[in-house]
């Protein structure tokens, strides 16, 4: 296997933001059992060394590609831009307001008293909010609209980090 190719060409996948999540998994768990590094137990050290290092590739690659946000990053790298987060911040106010109002909402939930119900309405939307900014992504990724689509990308990271809070916060809830 060729680690230099893209991750998308690991997986012959197109290179996408529309993946078909069935089709990577089948395709990593193929990989995995073919160049697992304990079929190279009794080879070399370099060729041991080298199934490690294919390995943990694959396991990046896979990754990367099924998490929407790595995902954005990682197509944004391959066109050459640094899609590193922490230098970009989104520029629309009414998104930042809407993201702190969301998250008085979420602590406010925390104490009251029907707080499971309010939990289920607040991951719909925010679900919902997280889905519509990744269907904004593609459409400026597929336009080649970068500046867009990282803004955009500032936008999902916000979104999916307020939908693990809800997550963290139902776990919590369960566990009491």
Do not use: C
Not at 136 to 159: I, P, T, V
């Amino acid at each position: 296997m060729n680690n230099s190719k893209n991750f998308f060409d690991m997986f012959s996948l197109p290179v996408a933001w529309d993946v078909d999540i069935e089709q990577l998994d089948v395709k990593f768990r193929a990989l995995q059992k073919a160049l697992h590094p304990d079929r190279y137990a009794n080879k070399n050290d370099f060729e041991k060394r080298l199934a490690v290092q294919t390995a943990a590739t694959i396991n990046q690659a896979y990754d990367t590609i099924k998490n929407p946000l790595s995902r954005a990053q990682y197509l944004l790298d391959l066109e050459g831009l640094d899609a590193d987060q922490e230098s970009h911040i989104t520029s629309d106010g009414q998104f930042l307001m809407d993201q702190m109002l969301l998250r008085e909402t979420l602590s406010e939930i925390r104490s009251s008293d029907n707080a499971a119900d309010a939990l289920v309405s607040l991951s719909i939307e925010a679900q919902q909010t997280a889905a519509e900014i990744q269907r904004e992504f593609a459409g400026h990724y597929e336009k080649k609209a970068y500046n867009e689509a990282f803004d955009s990308l500032a936008k999902m990271q916000f979104a999916l980090k307020f939908v693990n809070e809800i997550k963290e916060l139902e776990a919590e809830l369960e566990d009491l």
